[in-house]
């Protein structure tokens, strides 16, 4: 009785194995071609895609570093107030929340600079 269960472990792991290799590599196929017929033939060209935007003049681009530098003095302002509040209050202790409060407004000062940055 004990050889008959490890024969049979013996050929149960193997075909466990195999099986599972045969349903993953099941997934890898490619799959076979479509037939043409099967899509609408009003269907605009590849070279019909949207204009791409011009980049932005240099009137903008100036408009844009005027901002940024205006909200970077900004930020240096609200990052020196959240030092100073940091340095009057134990955080360990008791968190304000007028300091998470200043956080997250840095937060949001920070990715709107981030954002002129990239246009």
Do not use: C, W, Y
């Not at 049979?8 to 997934?27: C, D, H, N, R, Y």
């Not at 970077?72 to 202790?93: H, I, M, N, Y």
């Amino acid at each position: 009785m004990e050889g008959q269960r490890r024969f049979f472990l013996k050929m149960l792991i193997p075909a466990a194995v195999f099986s599972g290799a045969a349903i993953l590599g099941a997934q890898d196929r490619p799959k076979p071609p479509h037939d043409p017929s099967q899509f609408p033939q009003d269907v605009p060209p590849q070279s019909a895609l949207p204009p791409v935007p011009k980049p932005p003049s240099k009137i903008q681009l100036k408009a844009n570093q005027r901002e940024i530098k205006k909200e970077v003095d900004r930020l240096f302002s609200l990052a020196q107030d959240l030092k100073e509040e940091a340095g009057k209050t134990d955080t360990v202790v008791v968190l304000s929340v007028a300091f998470v409060e200043k956080t997250q407004e840095i937060e949001k000062l920070a990715k709107k600079i981030r954002d002129l940055a990239r246009d």
